[in-house]
């Protein structure tokens, strides 16, 4: 009875072995890995890339797995100077792949290992290229026009002032390509490279601010002068046709009060022709009701033609 427990414990062990030297010995590689084989932490052979079921040698060799797909690289934002010694703070994020996983492994050993030196490499090849440019190829990309010089009135020198040869999508391909070139001899491919933000330091932001403050400014000056101009142009057209209504409606009161005047003369000479010294009566009382009153005192000789229809009526 002893016998067979021994046996069966010892045919345990040796199955357990067994299956701890299989499952050292095997090892599964998917669709988004590629493999190395290190023996005593050296390489073994190439990369493994096709998904299944892989030997290796039990206990002396391991495994080491590496990603096939893109991965990330994200930079710490950087103040950094540009040509015209202006500071903006930097955030770009770029895309990289393991192209040649043996020599990867060789010089990086691993992903962390990658991402120290793309710190090193790209946030270099940033400061490089900026500090070679103006801060106006830096936060542009084309040369579209300013909403302010598009509300101004002919562009001219402002226009001139804004123009740039390069801009940000052109910094973009160069450090692209500056990055690749040093990153060729590590495994590693840059697939992009992008600037995700870039911001003034407060001393830049200041003077922006200010230098939009002032166009403002200007702009709503202009606005105002424009504005003036074309008051005093419909004030004028206003006095010149309130002029101009005025001296139609002064000829047209002259035309009827002239041809009233004429009426009231033909009724008058009709009048007088008709009975000359009742036109005389009447026209002496009129003399009287607009000439004498209560307080009146006239001196009068008695040959008078104003005294002659007073004496008749008394």
């Excluded at 493994?48 to 096939?68: E, R």
């Excluded at 770009?92 to 492994?105: N, S, V």
């Excluded at 005047?261 to 009566?281: C, L, V």
């Amino acid at each position: 009875m002893t016998a067979a427990i021994a046996r069966l414990v010892g045919l345990a062990v040796l199955v357990g072995f067994a299956a701890i030297v299989l499952a050292s010995a095997v090892y599964r590689v998917n669709e988004a890995e590629q493999v190395i084989i290190t023996e005593f932490g050296e390489p073994v052979g190439g990369p493994v890339t096709v998904p299944g079921l892989h030997l290796k040698k039990p206990f002396v060799q391991a495994a080491n797995y590496f990603d096939k797909r893109f991965l990330e690289w994200d930079g710490d934002p950087n103040q950094v100077p540009t040509r015209d010694k202006r500071f903006v703070y930097v955030d770009c994020f770029a895309r990289w792949r393991i192209t040649d996983p043996l020599l990867f492994f060789q010089r990086l050993r691993d992903e962390a290992g990658a991402q120290s030196r793309l710190d090193d490499i790209l946030d270099g090849e940033t400061r490089n290229t900026i500090a070679r440019h103006d801060l106006i190829e830096v936060v542009r990309s084309t040369n579209r026009p300013f909403a302010a010089t598009e509300e101004s009135a002919g562009g001219g020198p402002e226009q001139a002032a804004i123009t740039i040869q390069f801009g940000r999508r052109t910094l973009d391909k160069e450090i692209l390509k500056a990055a690749a070139a040093r990153t060729s001899d590590l495994g590693i491919e840059i697939l992009d490279f992008r600037f995700k933000r870039i911001s003034y330091v407060e001393e830049v932001q200041k003077e922006v601010f200010s230098r939009m403050i002032s166009e403002r400014k200007r702009i709503a000056e202009q606005y105002r002068s424009e504005g003036a101009g074309e008051a005093a142009r419909i004030s004028g057209e206003k006095e010149r046709e309130l002029k101009a209504i005025t001296s139609e409606a002064y000829r047209r009161a002259q035309e009827i009060r002239g041809r009233a005047d004429g009426q009231a003369a033909d009724i008058y000479a009709q009048a007088y022709n008709r009975d000359p010294e009742f036109y005389r009566f009447l026209k002496t009382m009129e003399a009287y009701r607009e000439t004498l009153d209560e307080g009146t005192l006239l001196v009068l000789t008695t040959d008078g033609d104003f005294l002659r229809y007073l004496e008749t009526t008394r």
